[in-house]
């Protein structure tokens, strides 16, 4: 069992920076694959990020890929989302995932969201 907060949302002009963080707690978070989700008003879920358990490899979606950084801090029970660039249409709740080994397209471990949104 994983319990997710997030934190870190708010409201930023476009071009700003937010940094948003996940902390878990429960046991073995090496264990899990982390991953970040979107979903902005009216439309699915989003896969945004994700990275695997060691951190070695991270995988992004294309239109945040260049202007996003997944991290995570295993001795920390956390995972980080830094977004650079902001564009309104980055506007959305951001959800924090967990799933052993990878990040399917529903991950098994949810956390509540934080609301991310960018002005023009």
């Known amino acids: 069992q994983v319990q997710l907060v997030e934190s870190g949302g708010g409201l930023v002009q476009a071009g700003g920076s937010l940094r948003l963080s996940c902390a878990a707690s429960?046991?073995?978070?090496?264990?899990?694959?982390m991953g970040w989700f979107r979903q902005a008003p009216g439309k699915e879920r989003e896969f945004v990020a994700q990275i695997i358990r060691s951190g070695g490899s991270t995988y992004y979606a294309d239109s945040v890929k260049g202007r996003f950084t997944i991290s995570r801090d295993n001795a920390k029970n956390t995972v980080y989302l830094q977004m650079d660039s902001l564009k309104p249409e980055d506007t959305a709740v951001y959800y924090c995932?967990?799933?052993?080994?990878?990040?399917?397209?529903?991950?098994?471990?949810w956390g509540q969201g934080t609301q991310v949104t960018v002005s023009s």
């Open positions: 429960g046991r073995s978070f090496s264990s899990y694959a």
């Open positions: 995932a967990a799933n052993p080994f990878t990040i399917p397209t529903v991950p098994q471990y």
